[in-house]
């Protein structure tokens, strides 16, 4: 298991391999790759939350979809008859893949604050690509995976150009370029850092300022099973539950949905399950994009992304609404695998999507 890196770097929280080491994939991991003629020319994404989507690598995506209950979500919402509206996702992570088909019709102009030149979003790494798709790629367009949201725009603020890694200047700088923006409803922060004063107290005021400015934080746990190590207090995580409207998500396993996938997860507010995931990859070989299947706190965190935009397309909930509807759906407690239980449940995320559709009428 790889530790966290040392101060002022910060790690992704997903341990990827393929992404953060270079390694060949796992064993446990699968790679695909979907052909687009024409290159990323696509028709329009209908995006209808028609289940199951068309889309060619849903079986794959199945058993992730069904421990979240993602059938049942679609239907509420399509069968709500509310009036909806797009929501803004900013995703502060490693750039996206530009020109996905996943993505056609769904990017906002967005944020190089990694320091590069020339400046650009691409992504060298993987990650913030994943983390958009899960999240919010194009549904039932007969393209690749389904995301969770439909009515969704997504802003990439690039944090770092590197493979594996940013500085203390580029992460402070990824978050004062995000809360420029005022029209964003979600940030997704799948990133994170060792515990140190000073980024606390820098965590502190960036936090507290996003929700101000009426904007759902979301961030992740390590993916490391060092219970009661320094991993258990790693930033932005340990600051959640101190900060109304900000939440810190572990990942769990979709066939045991209470079950925690690593163990170092005292300080998240709930568990939400993230295995047997596929993601698109920014690699691509002519026509052809890859797509990966893996695991982590990362995809728990972009999966609540989904549900949270699904959630404020019906109204302009505040974060610390949010919040109380996500924590008053879950269930159960949440344990180890070696049967340590957790004070946190795991949400069901078709409970959370009724309360909201009730409380929008």
């Known amino acids: 298991m790889a530790a966290l890196r040392p101060r002022g770097i910060w790690k992704t929280a997903s341990l ?15 790679l695909w790759r979907a052909t687009f003629k024409g290159g990323a ?12 989507p068309n889309d060619p690598l849903f079986p794959h995506q199945k058993t992730f979809f069904e ?16 009036p909806r509206k797009d929501a803004i996702v900013t995703i502060i992570d490693t750039g996206i893949a530009p020109g996905h088909p996943e993505f056609e019709g769904k990017l906002l102009e967005g944020y190089d604050a990694s320091g590069a030149w020339p400046e650009s979003l691409k992504d060298h790494n993987g990650h913030g690509t994943a983390m958009a798709g899960v999240l919010g790629a194009n549904i039932n367009n007969g393209v690749g995976i389904a995301g969770i949201a439909d009515r969704v725009k997504i802003r990439a603020i690039r944090m770092t150009h590197h493979v594996n890694g940013a500085s203390y200047t580029q992460t402070t700088r990824s978050w004062e370029a995000a809360l420029t923006f ?8 799948a990133n994170v850092m060792p515990f140190e004063h000073n980024l606390s107290l820098f965590f502190k005021r960036v936090l507290k300022k996003a929700v101000r400015k009426g904007i759902l934080v979301l961030t992740s746990t390590t993916n490391s099973d060092n219970v009661d190590g320094p ?47 596929v ?5 691509r070989n002519g026509s052809e994009w890859e797509y990966i299947r893996n695991w982590g706190s990362s995809a728990a965190t972009a999966a609540v992304g989904g549900l949270v935009a699904l959630m404020k397309s019906f109204k302009n909930f505040k974060p610390a609404e949010i919040g109380r509807i996500l924590l008053n ?6 344990r180890t695998k070696f049967g340590e239980e957790m004070l946190y449940g795991v949400l069901r995320p078709e409970l959370a999507i009724r309360q909201a559709i009730a409380l929008a009428r």
């Open 231 to 277: 991993e258990e207090n790693a930033l932005p995580c340990s600051l959640a539950n101190s900060i109304s409207g900000v939440l810190c998500i572990a990942g769990t396993r979709a066939v045991e949905p209470l079950v925690l996938s690593t163990g170092a997860s005292k300080l998240a507010s709930f568990g939400v399950p993230s295995t047997r995931v």
């Open 329 to 334: 759906s879950t269930e159960g407690r949440c």
């Open 279 to 283: 993601h698109p990859s920014p690699k």
């Open 16 to 30: 990827w391999i393929a992404y953060l080491c270079g390694a060949p994939l796992s064993s446990s991991s699968a």
């Open 182 to 189: 005022d029209d964003t409803d979600v940030i997704v922060f």
């Open 41 to 52: 020319s696509l028709k329009a994404p209908s995006n209808v939350l028609s289940y199951p």
């Open 67 to 82: 421990a979240l209950h993602v059938k049942e979500v679609w239907e509420a919402v399509t069968e709500s008859g509310l």
